[in-house]
């Protein structure tokens, strides 16, 4: 296991950081086969299962971001895009991907997903907590707070 599931990482807006929990698991576990020298097969997998996540999420905060006018929204976007970018590297060179490409991929991700969560994602989700914001693409009832 890589990063911690720990308070710290909570942004106060249920379905963000049911999501980062999400993601959480998927590095970890990425880490762990590296670690223990899974087979490719298994190791692309949760390459592809990890960028599928990304995505999601990534849309869906900007789904929020958009709905509710976040003044934020362009910078914490562009810190989106470096790990996306980093993902698009890693998934381009899947054919010829050594361990290390692959450590020094999950140790950027590690630490680029530790800075935002607790930097931007906290904010957006301060943010989210306030009264009368669009809860877009959240099922009814399903938007709570965790903090
Ligand atoms: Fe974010
Ligand atoms: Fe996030």
Same mark, same amino acid.
């Given at each position: 296991?890589? *990063?911690?599931?720990?308070? !710290? ?6 379905? +963000? ?9 998927? +590095?970890?576990?990425?880490? %762990?086969?590296?670690?223990? =020298?899974?087979?490719?097969? &298994? +190791? @692309? ?20 971001m958009?709905?509710?006018?976040y003044?934020d929204r362009s910078?914490h ?6 790990? *996306?970018?980093?993902? %698009?590297?890693?998934? %381009? =060179? $899947? /054919?010829?991907? &050594? @361990?290390?490409?692959?450590? /020094?991929? *999950?140790?950027? $991700?590690?630490?680029?997903? &530790? /800075?935002?969560? *607790?930097? !931007? /994602?906290?904010?957006?989700? =301060?943010?989210?907590?306030? %009264?009368?914001? !669009? ?5 009814? =009832?399903?938007?709570?707070? &965790?903090?």
């Open positions: 296991m890589l *990063i911690t599931w720990q308070e !710290s990482l909570l942004v106060g807006f249920e379905p +963000i950081d049911r999501e980062h929990g999400v993601l959480v698991s998927l +590095i970890n576990q990425l880490y %762990d086969e590296v670690k223990e =020298g899974a087979d490719r097969k &298994t +190791i @692309d997998e949760t390459v592809f299962a990890l960028a599928d996540q990304v995505a999601a999420h990534f849309n869906h905060e900007d789904e929020l958009r709905a509710n006018a003044p910078n976007l562009l810190e989106h895009r470096k790990l *996306i970018d980093q993902l %698009d590297t890693l998934l %381009d =060179g $899947m /054919d010829l991907l &050594t @361990d290390q490409t692959l450590v /020094d991929a *999950i140790r950027f $991700m590690d630490q680029w997903f &530790t /800075d935002h969560v *607790i930097n !931007s /994602d906290a904010r957006l989700g =301060g943010f989210l907590q306030k %009264d009368a914001v !669009s809860h877009a693409g959240v099922p009814a =009832g399903a938007a709570g707070r &965790t903090q």
